[in-house]
C-alpha cells in the first residue's frame, strides 16, 4: 500500500517544503501561460491535479497545505471570489492524501481524476454562484473532465519520483 509522509522529520521539512513549492509554482505558470499560449483553454486543472498528486505522494497535511497555497495563488490572481480557490484546494489536498495506491504506476488514477474534477467543478459552481452568474451546459465540462484526465495521467505517475526526493 502507500507509504504516505504525513510527519516529515525535521531533515525532510525543507525538502518537502522545497518541492511542494516548486510543483505548485510550475503547474501555476503552465495553467496560467503556457497553456493559454498553445491554445489550450485555461479549463485544465494543471494545479488541481497537481495539488492531488502532492497529497497522494506526500500525505494529507502536505497536500492541505499545498492545496490551500494553489488555491489561494489562483485566488489573488483574479480567477474567482477571494478564498474559495484557498478552501476548495486545502479540502483536496487533505482528502487526497488518503488515496491508497499501490506500486503500479497508475494506481489511484480514477480516484484523483474524480477529486480533481469534482474540486474544479464545485470551484467553478461555487465562484459562478458568488458572481451571479448562471452554470450553463456548454463544452466547458467536457473538457474540464478530459483535462483532468490528462493531467491526471501524466502527473500520477511522478508521485514515487516525489517521494524519492524528500527522503
Not at 141 to 165: E, I
Amino acid at each position: 500500500m502507500s507509504v504516505a509522509i504525513d510527519r516529515p522529520g525535521a531533515a525532510h521539512r525543507p525538502r518537502v517544503i522545497l518541492l511542494s513549492s516548486a510543483v505548485i509554482v510550475l503547474a501555476f505558470v503552465g495553467q496560467t501561460a503556457v497553456l493559454p499560449a498553445v491554445g489550450l483553454s485555461a479549463t485544465i486543472p494543471l494545479l488541481l491535479t497537481s495539488v492531488c498528486v502532492l497529497g497522494v505522494a506526500l500525505g494529507s497535511r502536505t497536500g492541505a497545505v499545498a492545496g490551500f497555497a494553489a488555491g489561494l495563488l489562483l485566488d489573488l490572481t483574479g480567477s474567482g471570489v477571494l478564498g474559495i480557490g484557498a478552501l476548495v484546494g486545502c479540502v483536496l489536498g487533505a482528502s487526497a492524501g488518503g488515496i491508497q495506491v499501490d506500486r503500479w504506476r497508475w494506481s489511484g488514477l480514477v480516484r484523483v481524476w474524480l477529486y480533481t474534477l469534482a474540486a474544479a467543478m464545485v470551484m467553478t459552481g461555487a465562484n459562478a454562484f458568488l458572481q451571479g452568474l448562471g452554470l450553463r451546459a456548454s463544452g466547458m465540462w467536457f473538457w474540464l473532465a478530459t483535462g483532468s484526465a490528462v493531467c491526471a495521467a501524466v502527473l500520477l505517475p511522478l508521485r514515487d519520483w516525489m517521494r524519492a526526493v524528500v527522503r
